[in-house]
Every structure is written in C-alpha cells, then in structure tokens.
C-alpha cells in the first residue's frame, strides 16, 4: 500500500494517523472475517466427517479418536463432536448450522407494555424468562417494562401467623382501638390487665460442659460434640401474666387437645390465682383478661 500520493503528503499529521489507524483495522478485520470463514469450513468439513463414520458404525469414541488425530489442535471439542455424532444417529442428514431466528424483540411499545401488564396482573408470580418469551421480548426489555413503565418490583410475600378476613381485621381493629382509648383515659387500666398465651415446650436432654470433658493427650485430637437437637417429644404450656410477672401457668396433659370445656377450667384455676396471688385486683372485682387463643364460649 503507498502513501505517498501528493494529496496525501500535504495532509496534515493528525489526519495521517488517522488514516494510518482507519488502514490497520480495516486490514485486521478481512483478517479477522477469512480466519473465520476458514475456521467454519473447517468445521463443516469435521462435520462431515463425523457423518461419515457413524455412517460406517464407529463408536462415539472412535469418531472422536479420528477426528482428533486428523484435524490435531483444530479439532473440535468432544462434547461438540458427541452433540454432532448424535444429530446424525437420530437421522439428521445437513451439516450446516440451522438458520436462527434472530435477537428477540426489544421495542417498548404500547402494545407490549399493556401486555406485560395483562399476564403480570393475571399471575404475578410469573418469572422474568416466562414473561419474556410469552411477549416475545428480551429478560432485560421485560424487566425494563415491569419497573419504569410499569412501575413494578418483584418481592417475597411477608410471613404472618395467619391470614385474617376483612371482618376479623375489622373486628381486630375496633377491639385495639377501644382498649387504647381506655388506656388513654385510664392511666392505671394497664396494671389490671392480665394476658395469656401458649406455646409447645420441646425437651431438651443438654450435655454440660463437665460433662462432655475427658481425659486425652497433648497428641491427641479434641473431642467434639453435636448441637442440641430439640426432641420430638414436646407440652403445651399455658402462661398467663400482668405487669407484676407471671399470675398462672400450667402444662397440657399429653395428649389432650384445647377445646372449650378444658379452657374453661384453666380460667377456673386462672381465677383462684388471681384470688391468692392478686388479692388486691380480686377485692377490687377489677380484672382484664386478654388472651390470643380463639374465644370458648360456655353455657354458664
């Protein structure tokens, strides 16, 4: 190539540099592209010949043995040659690359955004993959839609004890509130209040410290020990409690479930705690009992 045309040589120096820099990569490109023009048809040709022994039965291995000794650092990789060979063993007869589809659709439009909007609403549980290939848009377009246009975030649903229906939130509402207004108009309402509660008590059979010691060597490994597992065997406890500590509390009989007749008489037995612990609030017949387990109602 000669640059030395006059035109040329009055250029100034910038501009030579450039042209110089626009020369080279242009030549390092035709390059690039016959190296992998070259390298392809190389590849139909080790395609070819992987057909032509499963044509003959070789083995996997044996085609793989070949084509390596033949082709040597160009060869291609064994999973690839395994992949060819049984696209042939399952009646494939072209060696050419299938034609793709193309890069999937990333317009943004109205249409596709209205879209994504429908399937989310309908389950919103849907991953961005599915919502992708259900549009016919790329992830990154999807996820692109569901937070600018959309106006969306993906979150984990939040744990709660228990689901409640409008009414029992309703219901829940009104009773918190009335008793905050008391406690607003009631300083000392607070101090009569006693609440309860269960839970199960797991058994737990704890090595100590001294325990678990023993007697070994300065050579010798240090011994170790398990976490504590709880144990299968577990009681449920019934604690109820006012602001000066615990008022009553009692084990479950194993076995036995909480129905109303047996809640009734751990309010018996709460009412005689009171009575001996609490002589003051039993005198004063003034005494707020809440507790989170469902209302029994009895007949007396």
């Known amino acids: 190539m000669i640059y030395a045309a ?13 042209r110089f820099r626009v020369d080279d990569w242009c030549a390092s490109h035709v390059q690039r592209s016959a190296r992998f023009s070259r390298k392809m048809t190389e590849r139909i040709e080790q395609r070819y010949c ?23 650092e160009d060869a291609m990789g064994i999973t690839q040659i395994k992949e060819w060979f049984n696209r042939f063993k399952d009646g494939r007869t072209s060696a050419e690359s299938e034609q793709r589809c193309g890069r999937p659709q990333t317009a943004r439009s109205a249409a596709v955004v209205e879209r ?51 009414e029992q939130k309703d219901l829940r509402r009104d009773v918190a509130q009335d008793l905050l207004d008391t406690a607003n108009t009631d300083p000392g309402f607070l101090n009569t209040v006693i609440t309860g509660d269960e ?30 597992v709880r144990s299968k065997i577990k009681v449920m406890l019934t604690v109820f409690f006012d602001v000066r500590g615990i008022v009553h509390h009692e084990y479950a009989p194993e076995g036995q479930t909480v129905t109303k007749e047996y809640y009734h008489d751990v309010l018996q037995r709460l009412r005689d705690a009171v009575r001996r612990k609490r002589p003051d609030m039993w005198t004063a017949n003034n005494c707020t009992c809440i507790t989170t387990t469902p209302p029994h109602i009895h007949p007396n």
């Open 6 to 18: 006059a035109p040329f040589a009055i250029t100034a120096a910038g501009h030579c540099e450039k």
């Open 199 to 228: 839970s199960w008590v797991y058994r737990y059979d704890p090595e100590t410290k001294r325990q678990s010691s023993q007697w070994k060597h300065p050579e010798s490994p240090r011994p170790k020990k398990a976490r504590q």
């Open 50 to 72: 992987i057909k032509f022994c499963q044509k003959l039965g070789d083995s996997q291995n044996q085609t793989i043995r070949k084509i390596q000794q033949v082709f040597g």
């Open 116 to 166: 994504v909007r429908n399937l989310v609403m309908a389950d919103r549980r849907l991953t961005m993959r599915e919502i992708a290939e259900k549009v016919g848009v790329s992830k990154d377009s999807a996820h692109a839609i569901l937070r600018d246009d959309l106006n969306m975030n993906r979150v984990a649903a939040k744990f709660v004890p228990k689901l409640l229906s409008p």
